[in-house]
């Protein structure tokens, strides 16, 4: 199993629609979760960081955190062209170092 | 804030030399950094954990004295790959760790081919 799944994508939308990111992960002692936005040959840029259950929401993004059914996701609010790129999800894991679990990515298409 | 640089940003070198990345923190202090591979339309493969002033920590399977790292100050880290072969050539990413957070920023990747 791998420590961190997402939807493999890829996942297409029209412009102004919402585009909806899921993950999973398995190590149940993980305590911070990450999106990074990576565009096509370019490197990751941290997006969002999310700490507790709930949402959290910074401009048209909006990080779910679920601790107990292990699932994080991201909303993307009137999705944007320039949103076009893969987003890949990361998890930090409960033990005392710093290293981070990504998952393969979704690449997210918005059509003008 | 939270700028990482990287230079070179590409690089073409001949089979059998080395090479030498850097990865610099500009405007906070990195106790921690690292180093990652990603290989075209692959996810991202952490190689090791760079901390400031010891040894770096090697993920398994990668090759530390082929893959060598310095990280001689706070926001300084160097990856030197040495007798490179094409089978090296890859887009290289460091990270850094902002001190007092679990944030890791990236910097712009370096992309080393070699012939």
């Known amino acids: 199993q791998k420590e961190v799944e997402q939807n493999s994508g890829p996942l297409s939308v029209p412009e102004g629609a919402i585009a909806s990111l899921n993950c999973t992960y398995s190590d149940r002692g993980s305590q911070s979760f990450f999106w990074y936005r990576q565009y096509s040959g370019k490197s990751p840029e941290l997006i969002m960081s999310i700490y507790s259950n709930g949402d959290k929401e910074d401009g048209r993004f909006t990080a779910q955190l679920n601790k107990a059914s292990q699932y994080v996701s991201l909303l993307i609010r009137d999705s944007q062209p320039s949103d076009s790129a893969t987003y890949l999800c990361a998890v930090k894991g409960g033990g005392g170092d710093y290293k981070l679990s990504f998952g393969a990515g979704t690449t997210v298409t918005v059509r003008a | 804030g939270a700028v990482v640089s990287q230079h070179p940003s590409w690089v073409i070198c001949k089979s059998g030399t080395s090479v030498k990345i850097e990865c610099r923190s500009l405007d906070f202090q990195a106790t921690t950094m690292f180093w990652y591979r990603q290989f075209p339309k692959q996810s991202l493969m952490l190689m090791a954990t760079?901390?400031?002033?010891?040894?770096?920590?090697?993920e398994q399977g990668v090759e530390k004295d082929k893959f060598l790292i310095n990280h001689a100050s706070l926001t300084l880290s160097t990856l030197t790959v040495t007798s490179a072969h094409p089978e090296d050539s890859s887009f290289y990413i460091c990270?850094?760790?902002?001190?007092?957070?679990?944030?890791?920023?990236f910097g712009p990747g370096t992309r080393l081919t070699v012939t």
């Open positions: 760079s901390n400031e002033g010891s040894k770096a920590t090697y």
């Open positions: 990270s850094a760790l902002r001190q007092g957070s679990d944030e890791q920023y």
